[in-house]
């Protein structure tokens, strides 16, 4: 069981990545790319590893430059949402315990996905769903940019420097940091690089987080990386 350590009375806030932080879906994008490259013709691997690290219209513009864009997003929507219905997935280990003991109103999702698809996976594997939920479609530019985290904090009413990102994708990391937040990563292996601070997985994390958003933990020195 995960409990909550005493608030200390300072405000902070815990801004959560989806895929890959809270919800284990590698194996699902990996299987929704692989069937969209193969009704276009393409290399699966190849776009996969695009994909990886640009947004669908970028992924699109560099491994389709000769198809329909729309169509390329309409049709890997259709397979998004078929398998938010369909596919097995499930939360990584300690995420509902994690979040639910964290204070309402004091924590959001931050993710590149959109919020129905969110929502149906959250309902299907038990997850709590916060107040503010900062999607593709609410920000213009995704991550690395660092306006995704910003309107978060902005929707929680929160500074950045109040604010905790946990992310376990190097994209995602470095929205957080350039949002001029504390960001920790979580799920990997190895430190991704700019990372606060490191935990093999989520559940190793969970006890930090809370101290953290209670005020009971006191901010890394810059550019600090540990590991627990």
């Not at 350590?5 to 990996?30: E, K």
């Not at 929507?77 to 300690?94: C, I, M, P």
């Not at 006890?207 to 958003?213: C, D, E, N, R, W």
């Not at 901010?219 to 590991?227: D, E, N, Y």
């Amino acid at each position: 069981m995960i409990s909550a350590p005493r608030p200390s009375g300072a405000t902070r806030y815990v801004l959560f990545d989806v895929d890959g932080t809270l919800i284990d879906a590698v194996a699902n994008q990996r299987l929704v790319w692989r069937t969209w490259a193969e009704r276009y013709g393409l290399d699966p691997d190849e776009v996969y590893r695009v994909a990886l690290r640009t947004r669908p219209s970028e992924t699109f513009a560099q491994v389709a430059p000769g198809q329909d864009p729309h169509a390329c997003l309409a049709a890997l929507h259709e397979l998004e949402d078929e398998d938010v219905r369909t596919g097995a997935y499930s939360a990584f280990d300690g995420a509902t315990e994690l979040l639910q003991a964290l204070r309402p109103g004091a924590w959001a999702l931050v993710t590149s996905n959109y919020e129905h698809r969110v929502r149906g996976r959250f309902a299907r594997t038990g997850l709590p769903v916060p107040e503010v939920v900062v999607d593709a479609a609410a920000v213009e530019e995704g991550k690395p940019s660092p306006v995704p985290y910003l309107r978060a904090a902005a929707r929680l009413g929160a500074r950045p420097e109040e604010c905790l990102v946990i992310e376990d994708a190097p994209s995602g990391v470095t929205s957080g940091l350039r949002a001029g937040m504390t960001v920790w990563g979580v799920n990997t292996p190895t430190a991704v690089d700019g990372v606060h601070r490191h935990f093999g997985t989520l559940r190793e994390a969970a006890g930090a987080v809370l101290a953290f958003a209670s005020g009971s933990l006191p901010h890394p020195p810059t550019g600090a990386v540990t590991g627990e």
